[in-house]
Each structure stands twice: as C-alpha cells, then as structure tokens.
C-alpha cells in the first residue's frame, strides 16, 4: 500500500493545531493558543517536513 500523499503541484497546505489547554487548568502553563502554517505542496519536504523531523531528532532523539 503506497501511502504518499500525490496532489497537484499548485496545491497549497495548510496546518492548524492548537497549544496549551483551552479551560487554562493547568497552573504551570496557563496558556491556550492556535497557530498554523501554509506551504505550496511543491515546497512541504523542504520547509516543512524536513525541518520538523530535524527538530524532533534533535529535541526528542
């Protein structure tokens, strides 16, 4: 099963995702906020994808 994404080159994405909790329970970090990002699906490897996995290897192991 090939489980690439194959869209149209022109194809723009967007990503949203949210931070934090929204009832602000936690005394530690009460914070909630939304925030995203938009990549034309020729550039997602380069300005997305790549950079996040570096992040993660470098942060997470």
């Given at each position: 099963m090939d489980d690439t994404l194959k869209l149209p080159p022109n194809s723009l994405l967007i990503f949203i995702d949210e931070t934090g909790n929204e009832d602000l329970s936690d005394p530690n970090n009460p914070t909630f906020g939304r925030g995203g990002c938009g990549a034309l699906?020729?550039?997602?490897?380069?300005?997305?994808?790549?950079?996040?996995?570096?992040?993660?290897?470098?942060?997470l192991g």
């Open positions: 699906f020729t550039e997602y490897k380069h300005r997305i994808s790549k950079p996040w996995k570096r992040l993660k290897r470098e942060r």
